[in-house]
Nanobody
Framework: QVQLVESGGGLVQAGGSLRLSCAAS????????MGWYRQAPGKQRELVAR???????NYGDSVKGRFTISRDIAENTLYLQMNSLKPEDTAVYYC?????????WGQGTQVTVSS
């Protein structure tokens, strides 16, 4: 089992920045990749950014150039730096870990961007 706890969401004006954190615990040695997903009301959950065990990253098209995913391996923490935020970035952001064949999710953190 892997436990994920997100933090750092909140309300920010358009053009502002936020940094999300995701603390991982449990069987973290089995994690192959971690990522951030988001879900806005009435929409499907979508990939925001992902990083593999070897450090390969990929981003959703809508956030490329604005968001950066990173990790602190020693602290077992995943980050998402979000810059130049737009109202359309408003969503619940979820941390995800792929460990073996299992997907684990955090409880989500709300990000609201006002215009």
């Amino acid at each position: 089992q892997v436990q994920l706890v997100e933090s750092g969401g909140g309300l920010v004006q358009a053009g502002g920045s936020l940094r999300l954190s995701c603390a991982a615990s449990g069987r973290i040695f089995n994690i192959n990749a971690m990522g951030w997903y988001r879900q806005a009301p009435g929409k499907q959950r979508e990939l925001v950014a992902r990083i593999t065990r070897t450090g390969v990253t990929n981003y959703g098209d809508s956030v490329k150039g604005r968001f950066t995913i990173s990790r602190d391996i020693a602290e077992n923490t995943l980050y998402l730096q979000m810059n130049s935020l737009k109202p359309e970035d408003t969503a619940v952001y979820y941390c995800n870990a792929l460990a073996g064949l299992s997907n684990y999710w955090g409880q989500g953190t709300q990000v609201t961007v006002s215009s």
